[in-house]
């Protein structure tokens, strides 16, 4: 009996978590009944270390997987949250290899990153997706668990982690710590995503208010530069308004005051009257034509023409003019010119605009050549060119004669008498042709204006808007 209370002492020191093997000596039924309790302490002693050994494990598992959730929830770079996620992946599911796939905008799966893993069979991650549950088997005989990333709504990718270093199954607990963890990846993919849509937005935004920004400058700019183009226009208008007026009105005055004064007088101040008369006119038709082209309002009488019969009649004009500065014009055309598609009055008024502006800027004596050519190449074109032999324009100018409002001397003489529309207008005019117009020149050597009018092969059939 004694030994059997021993026994008894012993069992009880269990409670205490005690599993230290019984002595107790005895024989009999006593000595084999302390053997088999002495075999059940050492394997519940077993048991409970590996329980311990276990917990321990996933205490350092969660205090991981809680420190990699804190870093990867505040990571919202992709390029840096996918590697961290990897490497978490890895050291919380205790595996050799992991990959990271993610859904494009079209749902398909694109591998992003991954480490020591072959490729997994379409079909298992698809389902994966689809069925927004995780897979555990196998791939190439090691354990393989694939998770889907959930983002708020819908996955957003897939994680696979394949081969255990302890060459174990996925259990349980491990595929729900882990899913904890894909969660929280998901979701941080998810927020990365938006992050970067958000920051591309931003960016393009930006751009786009740069440019708006750019452009609403620039039109302000213009703006500022046409309103004070149009004042100085409307100063210089005005100017050229009162100057013939104030002549007209002078002379008429004399006249109303000697009523029967001298023939010759009375002659050359009706003459001036006439002269300034006629200058008005062509101000106010300067003006009206420009604001009609502009406006697209003028009517244009397109047909076949010849350049040689346009020519002529403009050099028919302007012969006066330049017999009164003792100028000599000289028309060089060639024979048999193909008829162009165009308005012939608003040609002639080009020529006479080009060779009037030629005369006014050429002294006494010089010399005005009107020179017009086919040409084949590089285009096919009637080329028409305006010569003068007068003070020429700087270089620095060329850019500025065909702008409106514009009056381009050589620097040596005073601004000269016009609107400064004439070059503006016949710009206007051969560019509606479909035609192009250019100016060279070499100051105290002259100037020559030159403009190029399309040819077309069946000119009579052709239809044009009129």
Same mark, same amino acid.
């Given at each position: 009996?004694?030994?059997?209370?021993?026994?008894?002492?012993?069992?009880?020191?269990?409670?205490?978590?005690?599993?230290?093997?019984?002595?107790?000596?005895?024989?009999?039924?006593?000595?084999?009944?302390?053997?088999?309790?002495?075999?059940?302490?050492?394997?519940?002693?077993?048991?409970?270390?590996?329980?311990?050994?276990?917990?321990?494990?996933?205490?350092?598992?969660?205090?991981?997987?809680?420190?990699?959730?804190?870093?990867?929830?505040?990571?919202?770079?992709?390029?840096?949250?996918?590697?961290?996620?990897?490497?978490?992946?890895?050291?919380?599911?205790?595996?050799?290899?992991?990959?990271?796939?993610?859904?494009?905008?079209?749902?398909?799966?694109?591998?992003?990153?991954?480490?020591?893993?072959?490729?997994?069979? #379409?079909?298992?991650?698809?389902?994966?997706?689809?069925?927004?549950?995780?897979?555990?088997?196998?791939?190439?005989?090691?354990?393989?668990?694939?998770?889907?990333?959930?983002?708020?709504?819908?996955?957003?990718?897939?994680?696979?982690?394949?081969?255990?270093?302890?060459?174990?199954?996925?259990?349980?607990?491990?595929?729900?710590?882990?899913?904890?963890?894909?969660?929280?990846?998901?979701?941080?993919?998810?927020?990365?995503?938006?992050?970067?849509?958000?920051?591309?937005?931003?960016?393009?935004?930006?751009?786009?208010?740069?440019?708006?920004?750019?452009?609403?400058? !620039?039109?302000?700019?213009?703006?500022?530069?046409?309103?004070?183009?149009?004042?100085?226009?409307?100063?210089?208008?005005?100017?050229?308004?009162?100057?013939?007026?104030?002549?007209?009105?002078?002379?008429?005055?004399?006249?109303?005051?000697?009523?029967?004064?001298?023939?010759?007088?009375?002659?050359?101040?009706?003459?001036?009257?006439?002269?300034?008369?006629?200058?008005?006119?062509?101000?106010?038709?300067?003006?009206?034509?420009?604001?009609?082209?502009?406006?697209?309002?003028?009517?244009?009488?397109?047909?076949?023409?010849?350049?040689?019969?346009?020519?002529?009649?403009?050099?028919?004009?302007?012969?006066?003019?330049?017999?009164?500065?003792?100028?000599?014009?000289?028309?060089?055309?060639?024979?048999?010119?193909?008829?162009?598609?165009?308005?012939?009055?608003?040609?002639?008024?080009?020529?006479?605009?080009?060779?009037?502006?030629?005369?006014?800027?050429?002294?006494?004596?010089?010399?005005?050549?009107?020179?017009?050519?086919?040409?084949?190449?590089?285009?096919?074109?009637?080329?028409?060119?305006?010569?003068?032999?007068?003070?020429?324009?700087?270089?620095?100018?060329?850019?500025?004669?065909?702008?409106?409002?514009?009056?381009?001397?050589?620097?040596?003489?005073? #601004?000269?008498?016009?609107?400064?529309?004439?070059?503006?207008?016949?710009?206007?005019?051969?560019?509606?042709?479909?035609?192009?117009?250019?100016?060279?020149?070499?100051?105290?050597?002259?100037?020559?204006?030159?403009?190029?009018?399309?040819? !077309?092969?069946?000119?009579?059939?052709?239809?044009?808007?009129?």
């Amino acid at each position: 009996m004694k030994e059997l209370e021993q026994l008894i002492t012993a069992i009880r020191c269990v409670k205490e978590n005690n599993f230290e093997p019984i002595k107790v000596s005895a024989q009999g039924q006593v000595a084999e009944l302390v053997e088999v309790v002495n075999e059940m302490l050492e394997e519940v002693g077993q048991r409970l270390k590996e329980k311990e050994t276990r917990l321990d494990e996933q205490v350092v598992t969660l205090y991981t997987l809680n420190y990699a959730v804190k870093i990867i929830s505040v990571t919202l770079r992709l390029e840096e949250l996918l590697p961290i996620a990897l490497e978490t992946f890895i050291d919380i599911g205790k595996v050799h290899g992991c990959s990271i796939g993610l859904l494009d905008k079209q749902d398909r799966l694109k591998i992003k990153v991954q480490e020591n893993i072959s490729e997994i069979d #379409r079909k298992i991650i698809y389902g994966v997706i689809r069925e927004k549950e995780p897979y555990v088997g196998e791939l190439q005989g090691k354990a393989l668990l694939c998770l889907p990333l959930m983002g708020r709504e819908k996955p957003v990718g897939v994680v696979s982690i394949y081969d255990r270093i302890d060459k174990q199954q996925f259990s349980h607990e491990d595929v729900n710590i882990i899913s904890t963890l894909a969660t929280q990846v998901g979701v941080s993919i998810e927020n990365a995503q938006l992050y970067e849509e958000l920051a591309r937005w931003n960016k393009e935004l930006e751009q786009t208010v740069a440019e708006r920004t750019k452009e609403l400058r !620039e039109a302000n700019e213009k703006l500022k530069k046409m309103d004070k183009a149009k004042s100085d226009f409307l100063s210089m208008v005005a100017h050229e308004l009162r100057t013939p007026l104030t002549s007209i009105k002078a002379f008429t005055e004399m006249l109303l005051r000697k009523p029967d004064g001298e023939m010759e007088k009375r002659t050359k101040y009706l003459g001036i009257i006439h002269s300034e008369c006629n200058r008005l006119t062509r101000l106010i038709n300067d003006v009206l034509d420009l604001a009609k082209i502009e406006a697209g309002k003028i009517e244009w009488n397109i047909q076949p023409i010849s350049m040689a019969e346009v020519v002529n009649t403009a050099l028919t004009s302007t012969h006066k003019l330049a017999e009164d500065k003792e100028l000599k014009t000289e028309p060089l055309i060639e024979d048999d010119l193909p008829p162009v598609l165009a308005d012939h009055d608003r040609l002639i008024q080009v020529i006479i605009n080009l060779v009037g502006n030629a005369v006014k800027f050429t002294d006494k004596g010089g010399r005005i050549e009107v020179s017009v050519k086919k040409k084949l190449t590089p285009d096919k074109c009637i080329h028409v060119s305006v010569s003068d032999t007068g003070i020429g324009i700087r270089k620095k100018d060329l850019g500025k004669v065909f702008q409106k409002f514009k009056q381009v001397g050589s620097g040596m003489t005073d #601004r000269p008498e016009g609107t400064g529309l004439g070059l503006s207008i016949c710009r206007e005019i051969i560019e509606h042709h479909k035609g192009k117009i250019w100016v060279e020149s070499e100051l105290k050597k002259g100037t020559t204006f030159h403009f190029t009018l399309p040819l !077309e092969d069946d000119v009579d059939k052709k239809e044009v808007e009129r």
